[in-house]
């Protein structure tokens, strides 16, 4: 059934073509062949069609495939949002480097000469703007128009905007809110600061909290999902706004915790090609080999972390290799010694053909590729496609264990101390690493421990910010700011720069410091 809804939803996304790219400025109304007012007047169902749409535009670039992409680009399969994500929150850290080098990637991968004019910084600020106007729109129409469970897909459009706005608070720190009380406004939007732009997305969250389902269709949100999403809001409430909320992260973390969800028992399984079947995975972003393809879903990461000189790419399910990502040893050098570590996920590296030191990240034998991710299934057969069908999992059962260590650590109300050592332990324990003792717990081990469970997932950049690693040179990696062995970088590091498409787009836009 999960599989059939994955399908389902990957489907009605394909098929609703409605939407064409609004990236001009940031309050025009979305052009559409029919209006959506219209069409919901002619069909209420077609409600689901849009509302799985707005989803799909996490995973795909654009609705009429993989050379589609519903924002402006040379390449339309380097604008899809997870993409975008890896690009920005693995490759400007410590984990991954990636060895094109391609009109801007060099300056993502060596965390160095960031310019507003970098059409990777581009793509993602653009991808928040589709989908902020997109769905306060469907939000504005549907106030008009009668539909099956109304509240509930309202819901699920206002977490959709939340988490676009999430990534904008995250990388950019501001820009404009686009609500139904400015929605269509002539005149350029006035700036937010990050910390309107996080109240905001607060207030979004808490008052959807319970109007979203316990449960849902596999690939939409339920009330877990937006309180993980508020939880990590909160755990990096510090960095935002300047006042620390780890009280309140630790709160929505139990929630999470509490919610049913339990931890997968082989941590490959969470990355392979029947991951939609997971008792772990809290929201994911679908892919599907058939369905819906595109070269910017987890095709990016499996694809890209394979070729043909050193591996055989039929063995992850794969029949094209880019030769492009690779590990550095500030990743699986926290395994320690990879052949006798007991820690399955130390088995996730190809280190055949491979050096260990990354001496020059446009070398591809240079660095281990990362195999966490593949594209065959852990249980049964499944057959090689140019497309990943695997799904990633933007929210899962283990960051939240690890959340709630942390915020323990940092000294949030109501936080046990041996209750956070269970569950690091039971993360720890699934991929038969060693136990560790309550001594051993501190937060420089929660760090690590993120890397080793999480990286390569999206949230390296964000976690080294919050533990004042990212700028500076308290901390260095291969070729963080462009040298071998690493240097430091300055503050302003912390934000991206606000592409000057955007800045040209709206004259109440103003740059970030640094930039």
Not at 151 to 177: H, N, P, T, W
Not at 246 to 264: E, P, Q
Not at 368 to 397: E, M, Q
Request: aromatic share 12%; net charge negative.
């Amino acid at each position: 059934m999960r599989k059939l809804n994955k399908k389902i939803i990957l489907g009605m996304s394909a098929m609703v073509l409605l939407f064409s790219s609004c990236t001009n400025d940031l309050d025009t109304e979305p052009k559409v062949e029919l209006s959506i007012e219209n069409l919901l007047a002619q069909d209420p169902n077609a409600i689901e069609g849009l509302l799985s749409k707005m989803y799909g535009t996490f995973a795909l670039s654009g609705p009429n495939g993989p050379g589609s992409s519903d924002i402006t680009g040379p390449d339309p399969g380097e604008t899809a949002f997870l993409r975008s994500i890896i690009n920005l929150q693995d490759f400007t850290a410590d984990d991954m480097k990636n060895r094109w080098g391609d009109d801007g990637l060099d300056q993502l991968t060596t965390t160095s000469n960031w310019d507003p004019n970098n059409k990777f910084f581009k793509y993602l600020y653009d991808r928040v703007y589709y989908i902020v106007p997109q769905t306060t729109n469907i939000i504005r129409v549907l106030d008009g128009v009668d539909v099956d469970n109304e509240a509930q897909i309202v819901g699920e459009l206002r977490f959709i905007r939340s988490l676009a706005y999430y990534y904008m608070i995250d990388c950019f720190g501001k820009g404009v809110i686009v609500n139904e009380t400015n929605y269509g406004e002539t005149s350029p939007l006035n700036e937010s600061t990050r910390t309107e732009l996080f109240e905001f997305v607060e207030q979004e969250l808490l008052a959807i909290e319970d109007i979203l389902p316990e449960t849902n269709s596999y690939g939409r949100a339920n009330k877990a999902t937006a309180q993980m999403l508020l939880a990590k809001l909160y755990l990096n409430a510090e960095v935002y706004t300047g006042t620390q909320r780890y009280d309140d992260a630790l709160t929505y973390t139990v929630k999470v915790i509490d919610a049913g969800y339990t931890l997968a028992p082989n941590f490959v399984s969470l990355f392979s090609g029947d991951n939609d079947t997971s008792t772990e995975i809290i929201f994911p972003l679908i892919a599907d080999p058939v369905v819906s393809q595109s070269y910017g879903n987890t095709t990016y990461i499996v694809n890209g972390s394979l070729s043909t000189e050193t591996m055989n790419i039929l063995d992850f399910g794969a029949t094209d290799a880019w030769t492009g990502h690779r590990a550095t040893k500030a990743w699986y050098g926290l395994y320690g010694d990879l052949e006798t570590s007991p820690d399955d996920r130390a088995e996730l590296f190809w280190t055949e053909g491979h050096n260990y030191e990354m001496e020059d990240y446009k070398t591809w034998a240079d660095g281990y590729p990362s195999i966490k991710f593949r594209n065959t299934n852990f249980n049964g057969s499944s057959t090689a496609t140019s497309f990943s069908g695997t799904d990633f999992p933007l929210f899962r059962l283990a960051d939240a264990y690890l959340m709630y260590a942390e915020c323990t650590l940092r000294g949030a109300a109501g936080g046990s101390a041996s209750q956070a050592l269970t569950y690091v332990n039971q993360v720890r324990e699934r991929s038969h690493a060693t136990a560790i003792s309550a001594g051993q717990l501190d937060l420089d081990f929660i760090l690590d421990e993120r890397a080793r469970e999480l990286n390569l997932e999206g949230h390296r950049r964000t976690d080294l910010i919050r533990f004042g690693k990212f700028t500076g040179g308290t901390y260095l990696w291969p070729w963080k700011g462009n040298t071998l062995n690493g240097t430091s970088i300055p503050s302003t590091y912390k934000l991206f720069p606000i592409p000057q498409s955007a800045l040209q787009a709206n004259v109440n836009l103003t740059q970030n410091p640094g930039y």
